[in-house]
């Protein structure tokens, strides 16, 4: 069975902290796939250095894209099956768009902004002693801020980032529409991955900019609203199913 290593769930309004880690336990949960999870705490541990990750058939294997590449190659895990090349085109195209783009507007807001601040620092260096609790959460942030401006998007002043931001919700909500997911009836790993960001700026008690341009596309939010019920729904099943196995 695969074991999923992931961040444990500890931020208050989302299943899991980090957009990654809960578009791969939902994309196993939705294809069905029988996993069991191990939570981590020290990214460190990774094989790449950050979650998540999985150890399956004795490898260790790192990257959530990297990891579904995997498991559809030796599997056949393939949530996109049916769609055409242009709609996989365009499924690719949004995920690298909420990975590259709006997941580092998230960083941003969580971790640079002065009033989420106290919120983070808690969530991951709450447990530490003194005077490593003085220490630890100051150099984490100076590595944060130092890869923000590696990527490019820290060079830039709040608003800018925010209104990147902005923009990649606006994108997102105009090629939704009114359907119930991105490309038709069926929920595709484009709806798991927008789901596992969108609840990620939408659930946290932490305001911003970006939240409350979240929250006015009432498209996104009934998407999220669904894909939330099935997550919630499968999450349960295979519960039921690992206590029967036991």
Partial sequence: MIRLCIFPASLKGTPNPSSFCLKLEAALRLAGVPHELSYETDPRKAPKGKLPFIEFEGKRIGDSALILNHLKETLGVDLDRGLSDAERAQSHMLQRMLDERLYWVIVHNRWIEEANWPTVKALFFGGLPFPLSAIVPRMARKSVRAALTAHGIGRHAAE???????????????????????FGDKPTLADVSVFATLVNITGPEMESPLKDAALGHDNLLRHTE?????????????????????
């Fill in 160 to 182: 800018e980032i925010y209104g990147f931001g902005k923009q990649d919700l606006a994108a997102m909500a105009a090629m939704l529409g009114d359907k119930p997911f991105f």
């Fill in 226 to 246: 669904r894909m939330g019920e099935i997550y919630a729904s499968t999450r349960q099943k295979q519960l039921i199913e690992l206590t029967l196995a036991a």
